[in-house]
């Protein structure tokens, strides 16, 4: 079954303090991982994908297979990424996402 | 990037009547969206993939009577509840990734908050 779990529905930390939003996943084959990001009164947008290994407002996260975990970090964290964050899978192509509950990450000045 | 649209953003209804939410892919075509459920400080629940031209595919536990997927065009998915009760009050969200794009992100709309009275 494919699952996300995202352990944590709240976190807060103080303005550049380092950050890691924990995400497990579990799917039998190659999954796609990902992040969204929800600003307040903004739609859900792509924040991170593990395929493009790219760092994105000063975040990444590093796909491990042997622990099926995608932790989202930043190492100095700003009061500006205070917002809601969706880890996400899929199974590729046109296949639906399939999200974690999602952390709430406040930074606090 | 970019966009999809949702409308309405927010619609109250009474009990019985029937609302119908568009999802629109304004400049990228979608052969397949995705509804999405969200209830309140919980995460997007997985509700039906509908495919232009097609039946939708509905998850398990979704009824299909109730809740009406047509996706009648490369660019425009509808979900119609129908005889809404209360209890389908929550934010309903569409998403669509472009079709003619490999490894593309998904796109989300707006959202549509729907309560029903």
């Known amino acids: 079954a494919q699952r996300v779990t995202q352990p944590e529905k709240l976190l807060s930390v103080f303005k550049g303090a380092p950050v890691e939003l924990k995400c497990n996943y579990s799917y039998s084959g190659s999954p796609e991982l990902f992040w969204y990001v929800q600003y307040s009164r903004q739609r859900l947008q792509l924040l991170l994908r593990h395929i493009s290994r790219e760092s994105i407002k000063g975040f990444t996260a590093d796909l491990n297979k042997g622990e099926t975990s995608f932790h989202l970090k930043k190492p100095f964290a700003q009061e500006e990424d205070s917002a809601m964050y969706y880890c996400?899978?899929?199974?590729?192509?046109?296949?639906?996402?399939?999200f974690g509950k999602g952390t709430r990450l406040s930074v606090i000045a | 990037g970019a966009v999809v649209s949702q409308h309405p953003s927010w619609v109250i209804c009474k009990s019985g009547t029937s609302v119908k939410i568009e999802c629109r892919s304004l400049?990228?075509?979608?052969?397949?969206m995705f509804w999405y459920r969200q209830f309140p400080k919980q995460s997007l629940m997985l509700m039906a993939t509908?495919?232009?031209?097609?039946?939708?595919?509905?998850e398990q536990g979704v009824e299909k009577d109730k809740f009406l997927i047509n996706h009648a065009s490369l660019t425009l998915s509808t979900l119609t509840v129908t005889s809404a009760h209360p209890e389908d009050s929550s934010f309903y969200i569409c998403?669509?990734?472009?079709?003619?794009?490999?490894?593309?992100?998904?796109?989300f709309g707006q959202g549509t908050r729907l309560t029903v009275v």
């Open positions: 996400a899978l899929s199974g590729g192509g046109n296949t639906p996402l399939v």
């Open positions: 998403s669509a990734r472009d079709s003619g794009a490999l490894n593309t992100e998904a796109f």
């Open positions: 400049d990228f075509q979608a052969t397949t």
């Open positions: 509908s495919n232009e031209g097609s039946k939708a595919t509905y």
